[in-house]
């Protein structure tokens, strides 16, 4: 198999790091390095941004239900408030009445 003429000659300059990812990359050369790396990149960019476009779909979903949980969390601890609170009238009440009563406590 005949290998495609490349007819772009370009020269630039990268820092180590990108150095070091093209060198890490599959290819004979540089040049093949960069061809895969760029090619791969850009073919996997949809699959990519899919991804991160279901995940942020999925964190609204959860924070969605987090709100929602939140929410009967705080109406739960506001009934306990409540019923405390009750209790504490109803053992006052109870304690006034066992006072002024003529009758013994059972």
């Given at each position: 198999m005949r290998?495609?003429?490349?007819?772009?000659?370009?020269?630039?300059?990268?820092d180590e790091e990108t150095n070091q990812i093209l060198e890490d990359f599959e290819g004979s050369n540089l040049s093949e390095k960069f061809d895969n790396l760029v090619r791969r990149s850009y073919l996997e960019l949809p699959a990519a941004e899919?991804?991160?476009a279901d995940i942020e779909t999925l964190i609204e979903e959860r924070r969605g239900e987090f709100s929602s949980m939140n929410r009967y969390i705080n109406a739960m601890e506001s009934l306990m408030y409540d019923?405390?609170?009750?209790?504490?009238?109803?053992?006052?009440?109870?304690?006034?009445?066992?006072?002024?009563?003529p009758y013994p406590p059972p």
């Open positions: 290998k495609a003429v490349k007819a772009y000659r370009r020269s630039f300059r990268f899919k991804r991160l019923v405390a609170r009750l209790k504490n009238q109803v053992e006052t009440i109870v304690g006034q009445a066992q006072r002024i009563s």
